[in-house]
């Protein structure tokens, strides 16, 4: 069946520009989460949805950050007035079980912020 | 203390090799664990969940001791194919996944 689908695939955007990383996650999953990987570095993570719980946010790095889940499938992770630092690409999973499921990830957004 | 740790490596082995990764963790509440394998700027993909009874999957195996903290990953006739990055994966049940920095295997011809 389809996996998890991230979209666009790269993105180069001016710093202080607003910017939107989308995530499809895969049919009848409840779980998703958000993670950043900088170059060369290790999965950072960022939020975490489960169907209609308020969204654990404890990962994001500043309010410039913020997601959301509609309809309990799709997200969108923003980045609002994106900073140099914040280049990196960003990785949507997604699990049919929470708590202690496998996690399946997309290809990722790879984010350039010049 | 990091949560998860691994030994980054480079691990550079030879064709039809055997090479062993270990990982340790620091929560002793957690409740599953799994390997991943990420190539280079790919996302990760599992590779295997690893049972406390230890499990084979054909050239791989993986074991947990539960007492130390411990989990490991054998490749068996190692293969160019298996050069990749290897991340030892910890859920304590709180939100995600905890992935440790990664292993860099090296198969060389």
């Known amino acids: 069946g389809a996996g998890v689908s991230q979209s666009p695939s790269n993105k180069v955007t001016e710093k202080g520009k607003d910017v939107e990383l989308r995530c499809d996650p895969i049919?009848?999953?409840?779980?998703l989460y958000w993670y950043r990987q900088s170059l060369g570095q290790g999965l950072e993570f960022l939020i975490y949805?489960?169907?209609?719980?308020?969204?654990?946010k404890s990962g994001l790095p500043s309010d410039r950050f913020s997601a959301e889940r509609t309809g309990g499938s799709v997200s969108t992770l923003t980045i609002q007035r994106t900073q140099q630092e914040d280049s990196a690409v960003y990785l949507c999973?997604?699990?049919?079980?929470?708590?202690?499921?496998?996690?399946?990830f997309g290809p990722g957004t790879r984010l350039t912020v010049t | 203390r990091k949560e998860v740790e691994q030994d980054p490596g480079p691990f550079n082995v030879p064709e039809g090799a055997t090479v062993a990764f270990n990982c340790t963790y620091s929560?002793?509440?957690?409740?599953?664990f799994f390997w991943y394998r990420q190539d280079c700027r790919k996302e990760p993909k599992l590779l295997m969940s690893?049972?406390?009874s230890g499990n084979e999957d054909g050239r791989f195996t993986a074991q947990l001791n539960r007492a130390s903290q411990y989990i490991s990953l054998l490749i068996r006739d190692s293969k160019l194919s298996d050069s990749a990055t290897y991340l030892c994966?910890?859920?304590?049940?709180?939100?995600?996944?905890?992935f440790g920095s990664g292993t860099r295997l090296q198969v060389q011809p």
């Open positions: 999973a997604s699990s049919l079980a929470t708590l202690y499921g496998e996690q399946y």
């Open positions: 049919s009848g999953h409840t779980a």
């Open positions: 949805f489960q169907g209609n719980s308020a969204p654990d």
């Open positions: 929560n002793s509440a957690s409740q599953s």
């Open positions: 690893v049972y406390s």
């Open positions: 994966v910890v859920n304590t049940g709180r939100r995600a996944l905890t």
